[in-house]
């Protein structure tokens, strides 16, 4: 059994990386149409392709790291961690797993890394797809509690309205601390 993991999340500067594991069997790869890297979807295409792959798919995980953890431990190592928790939480767990990135991970399943794999292969895609979805929601619930950074249009990412709230309100406790366009606002 074979199954594709990717995260996303990495480049923001609130809010956790979110990677997800999926198994989905390649007949059904083949029946949903438009399937590809998560970044190259409109958010109403990915909402689709979400649904359609949740609603197919044998076994989907997802892992989290936050914030906090990614400032304890760097943006590399949480986005690997984010997708070991995937992969490990899997059940039934697969023979193989197809990474998008370069990096190996600490598991005891097989793996490979592939660079561009959330557009070259499609059960990462899948993976990448469910991940991003899945934060982009978190992101907007985030937006009830932090209303003054506006994380529903942007999703932590950063932009120029981001970087204007963040001088404006200062620093809030979802965002990464360590990261340049944060770090330079914060109150000692």
Same mark, same amino acid.
Do not use: W
């Given at each position: 059994?074979? %199954? /594709?993991?990717?995260?996303?999340?990495?480049?923001?500067?609130?809010?956790? #990386?979110?990677?997800?594991?999926?198994? @989905? =069997?390649?007949? =059904?790869?083949e029946s949903i149409p438009g399937i590809t890297d998560s970044k190259k979807l409109s958010p109403q295409q990915r909402e689709s392709l979400y649904n359609k792959i949740v609603l197919h798919a044998d076994a989907i995980s997802l892992g989290l790291v936050s914030n906090t953890e990614i400032d304890r431990i760097? @943006?590399?190592?949480? !986005?690997?961690?984010? *997708?070991?928790? %995937?992969?490990?939480?899997?059940?039934?767990?697969?023979?193989?797993?197809?990474?998008? /990135?370069?990096? &190996?991970?600490?598991?005891?399943? !097989?793996?490979?890394?592939?660079?561009?794999?959330?557009?070259?292969?499609?059960?990462? !895609?899948? %993976?990448?797809?469910?991940?991003?979805?899945? &934060?982009? &929601?978190?992101? *907007?619930?985030?937006? =009830?509690?932090?209303?003054?950074?506006?994380?529903? %249009?942007?999703? /932590?990412?950063?932009? &120029?309205?981001?970087?204007? !709230?963040?001088?404006?309100? /200062?620093?809030?406790? #979802?965002?990464?601390?360590?990261?340049?366009?944060?770090?330079?606002?914060?109150?000692?």
């Amino acid at each position: 059994m074979l %199954a /594709g993991c990717d995260e996303v999340g990495r480049g923001c500067l609130a809010g956790p #990386v979110v990677a997800c594991a999926v198994v @989905i =069997t390649q007949e =059904t790869l083949e029946s949903i149409p438009g399937i590809t890297d998560s970044k190259k979807l409109s958010p109403q295409q990915r909402e689709s392709l979400y649904n359609k792959i949740v609603l197919h798919a044998d076994a989907i995980s997802l892992g989290l790291v936050s914030n906090t953890e990614i400032d304890r431990i760097n @943006i590399l190592q949480a !986005s690997k961690r984010a *997708m070991e928790i %995937a992969i490990n939480n899997l059940s039934p767990k697969p023979d193989h797993v197809l990474i998008d /990135g370069r990096d &190996r991970l600490n598991i005891d399943i !097989s793996h490979e890394a592939i660079i561009d794999g959330d557009f070259l292969v499609p059960i990462i !895609s899948c %993976a990448s797809i469910i991940a991003k979805v899945y &934060r982009d &929601r978190f992101m *907007m619930e985030l937006d =009830t509690f932090y209303p003054q950074y506006n994380f529903k %249009a942007h999703k /932590g990412y950063c932009t &120029r309205e981001h970087e204007e !709230s963040i001088k404006k309100y /200062g620093v809030s406790d #979802v965002h990464r601390k360590t990261f340049r366009g944060v770090k330079e606002h914060i109150s000692l």
